[in-house]
């Protein structure tokens, strides 16, 4: 799934965090696994440091007879050289030495890789009177990233005087990060205002939200042909059009505190799943979301019915070299022959999907950001939790085993305080060598779970990318864009408590 993405589906990194509370969020303290001692160093120290090195350096200098001190290249001190027009200092490249070793970026630490997965995390109380708290965490492949996330609370759009829904929502983007990135701020006022309209029952409220997410895809979709043909500056004109060049899948979970219904939206094949405490103590998976790709039996269905005259529309798993089978924006999938020839030849349109590749394409369109929409109703008597989070989770994990590490943070937390990290059984040995590539990309593997992390959606991204097998993350963590694209997919991950015992 990795591999077959990077042509269509390469992330850039642009991080839009979307808050729709009305006051500002009552935070927690954002939460790490290891924390960091920063040690202190006094002014005094580093005098009495800084003169002894000056004692020592003169003791070399008197005790060194001239002939001894040699030196490869003769430099001159120099002062600092200022560039008459722009007083800019000029910078002295014989700082840069005479090495012949090659000085590479240092491997990241055990204390630096927590830091990199909590860089962008925050666990936040719910504010409601199921919703316990929730966490989050996102970390990038692309540069920059293509996924972006949302939460926060908005009106009741049936009557503003009752309680505040809460609202979640992960976005993953392809061609390019700029839809994902308009869809944290679009998505939301699109869906407010379809709701404000909507019968406030379960048809009527499902049946908006698919309204909202077709209306604004239509918006930047079907407006290109106006754009071009505008008095618009072509500045104006490329950047109302690259939105719509580049593609988003987009998950929106919508909580009402009144009736305790959990609206889910998805287009594309971002996941929504509950887990479930059971009477036994287990947690039992369920899956709110149907992946919507073409290797998806009833989005196959869907479309070969749609294109009966077209036998390669889906073909590998894929809609015309496109992977999700629904998306926002994705233009040249929407577009007819003659625009998307307009576009390619003045507006630096993209040339996807290739015309070479896939000759039996005609004019679609062929992808729908129409979402799969399902209404769940919280339990209030027992425990549970939502996973909403981008595929490249779902990449390295199943439904069944991140409910399953969540549910076993859940018991870990439960100890309170006083908890001690849990570690594998198995040793660095029995782990065997490290292979990441082609072989072998991230994943999840139970005997290398770990727990250690206070943040449930990092707790989750760790263990997908080797867990307590240190130089699997580590090595994961090293590579960076491009080289990172081969094993991970930009990550990004929420996690909602329901009815989670307070303090735990």
């Known amino acids: 799934m990795m591999f077959a993405r990077q ?133 990038g492949s692309n540069s920059p990233c293509e996924d972006t996330f949302l939460h926060g609370s908005f009106s009741n759009p049936f009557d503003a005087e009752k309680e505040d829904w809460s609202a979640w929502g992960v976005f993953d983007g392809h061609c ?18 379809a709701l404000s309209a909507a019968q406030p029952d379960k048809e009527g409220i499902e049946q908006a939200i698919k309204s909202a997410f077709t209306t604004l895809d239509d918006a930047l979709v079907k407006s290109a042909v106006a754009t ?5 500056s072509f500045a104006e004109k490329a950047r109302r059009l690259e939105a719509a060049y580049a593609g988003a899948c987009a998950l929106l979970a919508l909580y009402d505190p009144l ?4 609206t889910v939206a998805s287009t594309g094949d971002c996941r929504a799943v509950l ?28 479309i070969r019915a749609q294109f009966p005259d077209e036998p390669d529309v889906v073909k590998g798993g894929r809609v015309w070299g496109m992977q999700p089978s629904r998306t926002f924006g994705d233009g040249m999938w929407k577009w007819d022959a003659q625009l998307k020839q307009k576009l390619r030849d003045y507006y630096n349109g993209l040339s996807l999907p290739s015309a070479v590749r896939y000759s ?15 209404t769940t109703k ?81 707790h989750l991204v760790r263990n997908g990318l080797g867990g307590g097998d240190e130089e699997m993350v580590k090595g994961a ?11 991970r997919d930009d990550i990004t991950v929420q996690v909602v408590f329901f009815n989670l015992p307070q303090g735990k």
Not at 228 to 232: M, R
Not at 259 to 262: G, R, V
Request: aromatic residues 8%.
């Open 7 to 139: 042509l269509l589906r390469q992330r850039p990194r642009l991080t839009a965090v979307t808050c729709l509370s009305h006051s500002p969020p009552r935070a927690m303290a954002r939460y790490s696994s290891t924390k960091t001692q920063s040690q202190s160093f006094s002014t005094g120290t580093a005098a009495v440091s800084f003169t002894a090195g000056l004692a020592s350096a003169a003791l070399v200098g008197w005790f060194t007879s001239p002939s001894q001190q040699q030196s490869p290249v003769p430099t001159k001190q120099k002062t600092p050289s200022l560039d008459a027009k722009s007083k800019v200092v000029i910078p002295d490249l014989n700082e840069l030495g005479l090495s012949e070793k090659i000085a590479y970026s240092p491997v990241p630490t055990s204390e630096e890789i927590t830091q990199q997965l909590n860089e962008l995390a925050f666990s936040l109380p719910g504010g409601g009177e199921l919703v316990t708290r929730y966490d989050g965490t996102q970390l």
């Open 228 to 232: 071009i043909e505008s008095d618009l």
């Open 477 to 487: 963590l090293t590579f960076r864009y491009p080289n990172s694209r081969d094993i």
């Open 259 to 262: 009736s305790k219904n959990l």
């Open 378 to 458: 919280v339990p209030e008597a027992q425990p549970s939790f939502l996973i909403l989070a981008t595929d490249g989770l779902w990449d390295a994990m199943t439904s069944e085993q991140a409910v399953d590490l969540v549910g076993r943070w859940v018991e870990w937390q439960a100890q309170g305080p006083g908890k001690k990290p849990v570690r594998p059984e198995a040793t660095a040995a029995d782990f065997g060598p490290t292979v990441l590539g082609r072989v072998q990309q991230c994943r999840y593997e139970a005997h290398k779970a770990t727990l250690q992390d206070d943040n449930a959606a990092v």
């Open 275 to 302: 887990g479930q405490k059971t009477a036994d103590g287990t947690w039992e998976p369920t899956e709110l979301t149907t992946d919507c790709t073409g290797a998806t039996p009833s989005e196959v269905a869907r």
């Open 360 to 374: 039996g394409y005609k004019d679609g369109p062929y992808l729908t950001a129409e979402p799969l929409v399902t």
């Open 176 to 193: 390019g990060w700029q839809l994902s990135n308009l869809l944290t701020k679009q998505l939301i006022p699109y869906v407010r205002r």
